[in-house]
């Protein structure tokens, strides 16, 4: 069995995001995923060299997001987000308006991986129109969870079980 938690929420410094995961670890003796080190586990796989970041928040949150990607190795090309202050106003926003938000933005800078950020956000709806209008790898928040987690239980899945009912 594979017992996981994930963190979500608005990404912050990395040792911040470690610190989180350790408490959680500890805490619940699962094994701890954060958005952040999804993200950056992520990107790592597609190693990029030219990041765009995309957000539905406030200037002085979007930054934030980019300082955390800079700290991991991933100094963004473009940082933009839509400027929005509620969450739920957030999750209203369709994948559409995602799309062209993202096309609007991403003109001029030359990325070669655009990152979208928001667990709230329908981003992961506009994966694959961006992708292909783009030609770039497009990482979601939401996706970078999924693929975390689905790592996690793959690996756990090739461990012996041991304890009760194990063969």
């Not at 993200?39 to 790592?44: E, G, H, K, T």
């Not at 292909?132 to 239980?153: C, D, G, H, K």
């Amino acid at each position: 069995m594979c017992s996981v938690v994930l963190r979500r929420g608005a990404l912050g410094a990395l040792a911040h995001d470690d610190a989180i995961g350790e408490k959680i670890r500890a805490g619940t003796g699962a094994r701890a995923i954060t958005v952040l080190s999804a993200v950056l586990a992520q990107l790592r796989r597609i190693a990029p060299r030219r990041l765009a970041i995309f957000t539905p928040y406030v200037e002085d949150l979007t930054l934030s997001i980019a300082s955390s990607l800079a700290e991991g190795g991933y100094a963004p090309v473009r940082a933009g987000g839509i400027g929005i202050r509620e969450n739920l106003d957030i999750g209203r926003n369709t994948p559409e308006e995602i799309t062209d938000f993202v096309a609007g933005q991403i003109e001029g800078c030359a990325a070669d991986c655009a990152f979208l950020s928001c667990t709230n956000w329908q981003a992961i709806e506009a994966i694959e129109p961006l992708r292909s209008s783009l030609r770039i790898p497009i990482v979601t928040s939401n996706q970078a969870a999924i693929e975390a987690v689905r790592a996690m239980r793959i690996q756990a899945a090739k461990k012996p079980e041991h304890g009760f009912g194990a063969a």
